[in-house]
């Protein structure tokens, strides 16, 4: 897949919106965007396009040779992502192929992280979403969460707030996670994916 290496790259954090969500195992992608937008030095806006909050920046060196971003959380619920990820696409002119969804996965062991580009949703409402609105050929930042313990329904878990035990170590996992993104963006897949796919 070629794409213009002058586009930007949009960054999409999966999550719900509000404050009752904001500490869900969920909301993951949520907290590395966040973190991102922390280190470029800028806090997310309300886009008038889309519904979604966006935060414009760059990312790597400094000067030209750093990428153009947008930081983006979709303010739609999990499950609608893809409508706010569209519609940022398209009004920044976005190539599929520097798009990046970061987000909670269930089949990875917690705080284990995989790179990957395409593929399926695994079951994830809000991959679902994205890929039903533009296809499966953006890159995807998974952050393992781990299942669920003994009979707990999926749906609970995912909306529960980490673990006491868990948030010990989260934010050293949200830091790498945004490290991944960080070196996806500047180095591309494959470095990233050596370096971070744990």
């Given at each position: ?84 990820v ?5 009004f ?28 399926g ?13 533009m ?62 796919n744990?």
């Amino acid at each position: 897949m070629t794409t213009d290496a002058s586009a930007p790259w949009l960054i999409a954090g999966l999550g719900n919106p509000g404050p009752d969500y904001a500490g869900n195992r969920h909301n993951v992608g949520f907290m590395v965007v966040d973190l991102l937008a922390e280190r470029i030095g800028g806090s997310f806006k309300r886009h008038g396009k889309a519904q979604a909050q966006v935060v414009e920046g760059r990312i790597g060196p400094p000067g030209p040779a750093g990428r153009r971003v947008v930081l983006a959380k979709p303010m739609s619920y999990m499950n609608l992502s893809g409508g706010p990820v569209t519609a940022l696409r398209d009004f920044y002119k976005v190539p599929t192929g520097h798009i990046v969804a970061v987000h909670d996965e269930l089949d990875i062991d917690y705080g284990v992280l995989r790179l990957k580009l395409g593929g399926g949703d695994n079951g994830h409402n809000g991959l679902k979403s994205m890929t039903k609105a533009m296809g499966p050929d953006y890159h995807r930042v998974r952050f393992g969460i781990g299942r669920p313990p003994g009979r707990m329904p999926v749906a609970d878990f995912v909306l529960k707030d980490f673990s006491s035990a868990e948030r010990k170590e989260l934010a050293y996992f949200v830091d790498r996670a945004a490290d991944a993104v960080e070196a996806l963006v500047t180095e591309g897949l494959e470095r990233a994916r050596s370096t971070y796919n744990s």
